[in-house]
Structure formats: C-alpha cells, structure tokens
C-alpha cells in the first residue's frame, strides 16, 4: 500500500469511528468502550496527516506564487523563501507520520521480567551478571519505573549465577526489549593476580510480562511440586516446605520460586515467571513464521547472539548491532548512558520497519 493510501485509510477509519460514536445510543457499552479505544489511538494520527496535507497545500500555493511572472518581484521573493521554508519542513513531518503509521508491538507497554544468567567465565561471569543487574535496577529507578526483585541466586564472592526481577512502568517492554541477548565483558578479574585480560559472557532476557487475559493456563497441564528452600551450599534457610517449582507439562517449562517463607506467595511469583515465559514462548512461535518479513530487522531477539561487549581497559560499551560505541563504560553500568544505546536500537527498528513499508 503507498503511503498515500495509507493515509487515506487511516483518515477513513478516523471518520467512521466518529460516525460510530455520534450513534452510540445503539451500541452496547463494550462496543463504545471499544470504538472510543481505536478513536483515541487514531487520534493524534489523524491530527498528524491534517497536519501534513495542510503543510502541503500551503507549499503548492508559495510553488504557484513564485513561478507567477505577474506577481511583483517582492512577492516573488517572499514565495520563494516561504517554499525553501516549508520545502525543509514537510520531509520531516512526513517521517513524523510514517513513525506513527508503524504497526505496534502490542507488547510495546506492558511490564516486563528481566532475567539474568551468569554464562561462559565461572566466577567472573557471575560477577558481571551482577554488574548487569545492577545496571537495569539503576536504569529503572531513573526513569522512575517500579524495580522488584523476585530471585537471586549468589555465588560465594558476591556474584549472581542467575536474578531475576519485575520491573513496572510506562514503556518498559518496549525501552528493554533489545536487551535480551548474550552480554560479553573483558576486563582483569578481581580474582586474577596477574593481571591478564578475561572475556566471560552473561545472558539478559527481557520477557513482556504477561496478564491471565493474555495466556490461559490450565491446570491439568501444571505439575506443582513444593519443597524446603535452600541457601548457597544447600544450607536450610527456611523450616518449612515453602519453595515451590511449577512444571508447565505441554512446553517443559519449569519455575522455581524460593526467597519468600510463604509457600503462597513463593507460587505467585512463579505464575508470574511461568505466564511471562509462555507469552515470550508464543510471540517467539510467531515471529518465527514471520522470520521471512522479519529478516532485516535489528537483531533477532535470539539470546545466543553476542549483542554488546564491555570493554574495561578501553572503557568502553560496543553494540554489535548497530556497530555503535560509547566511551563511558561507568556512565552506562550506572544506568545514565543506557539511553544512548537504547535510543539507537530503537530508531534503527524503525528505519528497517519504514524500509519494508516503501
């Protein structure tokens, strides 16, 4: 569809919502609520393109002026500068409106699990999934989002073999989906005495937290197993059977939850964990049938790929994606320069996305 049609189907659909609302004495209540939905969301669209046709009418009257040999030279003058004026202006208010007119993610605003692994490195990955961590929590308390911490699972030098959070907030899937992947560090470990240079890996995965609405799960296809949490070491830190480990039976799936005494709270979290993973699971299902659609996107989401290196001698943080680097490692690690990156991954989406629709 050309992007003219395309505006003209949004302008369309805009219209007949408005029709549709000024008879909504026939409508029943979930139909109004579901038109008024559409209509707000079309809204600021609509707006948009009124904008740019306005735009374009007034530079084909400034071309007709100025190409007017009966107009005095002033004039002339005055039209010429107004079309190099508004000439400037219209590209970047269609780009505005080819933006807007993207298909989104309807994981785009929902809340998100982050997951953290500690990968190839033994004790120093641990260490650096930690630092990860630790990044995404500063990151989120920054942009103001809730940052709830559900699992940790230490190693005996302060590291994290695996963590894993709750994070809630406005666009927090769609400002953290590009941070799932393999994480790579190279920097002199703590442990290290002679002071050679390691490369060790963690994984990040970053799942739209999912709602019973959006993932039906059946009891029968669970098996719940309960059992006396454990400590580092196998130490007892609890005196009662209150971790819980959910098997999802159709997928393999498996949850565990343990840092709460309460064996109902410990199932909660697991729910949460487990229907997260299932909406990740079924999203994943489909955009591999669209892998064909999908093929010059901005990574693959797939967590096996090397999506970032940290480089602490160089001090410096390398997006492979988009072969993007910043010399500020600690400003990145702090949460205050993640943007930086997280901005250029998002526009490159969107120019690959527009590059599929011309």
Same mark, same amino acid.
């Given at each position: ?8 189907? @949004? ?14 004495? #026939? ?14 969301? +079309? ?5 948009? !393109?009124?904008? +740019? ?38 590209? $970047? ?19 998100? $699990? ?33 940052? #709830? ?22 666009? @927090? ?18 442990? #290290? ?25 059946? &009891? ?5 197993? !309960? ?18 480990? $959910? ?12 840092? #709460? ?36 996107? %901005? ?19 390398? &997006? ?11 400003? %990145? ?8 990156? @997280? ?16």
């Amino acid at each position: 569809m050309s992007f003219e049609a395309n505006l003209e189907r @949004v302008v369309a659909r805009h219209r007949e919502l408005e029709a549709m609302l000024s008879g909504a004495n #026939e409508m029943t209540s979930d139909d109004i609520a579901q038109v008024s939905k559409e209509l707000a969301e +079309l809204a600021p669209i609509a707006a948009k !393109i009124s904008e +740019l046709r306005a735009l374009q009418d007034e530079l084909d009257e400034a071309l007709a002026m100025a190409a007017d040999s009966g107009e005095d030279a002033d004039m002339q003058a005055m039209a010429k500068s107004e079309v190099a004026s508004l000439s400037d202006r219209l590209p $970047i208010l269609a780009r505005e409106v080819e933006r807007l007119l993207l298909p989104r993610d309807e994981a785009d605003e929902k809340n998100a $699990i982050l997951e953290v692994r500690a990968g190839t490195g033994g004790d120093e990955a641990a260490l650096f999934a930690a630092d990860l961590f630790g990044m995404y929590q500063k990151y989120a308390h920054l942009r103001g989002w809730k940052f #709830e911490v559900m699992e940790v699972s230490e190693n005996a030098i302060g590291g994290y073999r695996e963590a894993i959070a709750s994070i809630a907030g406005l666009s @927090v899937f769609a400002r953290l989906k590009f941070e799932s992947g393999a994480h790579r560090v190279q920097r002199i470990p703590v442990t #290290e005495s002679g002071g050679r240079i390691h490369t060790s890996a963690a994984t990040v995965a970053v799942l739209p937290e999912a709602e019973e609405v959006d993932i039906q799960i059946a &009891d029968k296809d669970l098996r719940i197993d !309960i059992f006396r949490a454990s400590g580092p070491g196998g130490q007892s830190v609890n005196t009662t059977d209150s971790a819980v480990r $959910i098997t999802h039976l159709p997928t393999g799936i498996v949850v565990s939850q343990q840092d #709460e005494k309460s064996q109902h709270k410990n199932k909660a979290k697991a729910m949460r964990i487990l229907r997260a993973r299932l909406y990740d699971f079924e999203r994943s299902r489909v955009d591999s049938e669209r892998a064909e659609e999908r093929r010059g996107q %901005v990574g693959s989401g797939d967590r096996s790929e090397r999506i970032r290196t940290y480089n602490f001698p160089q001090g410096r943080v390398t &997006d492979h994606r988009i072969n993007r680097t910043v010399h500020k490692i600690d400003k %990145v690690l702090a949460g205050e320069a993640l943007d930086e990156l @997280v901005d250029a991954l998002t526009a490159e989406d969107e120019a690959a996305r527009l590059a599929t629709m011309s």
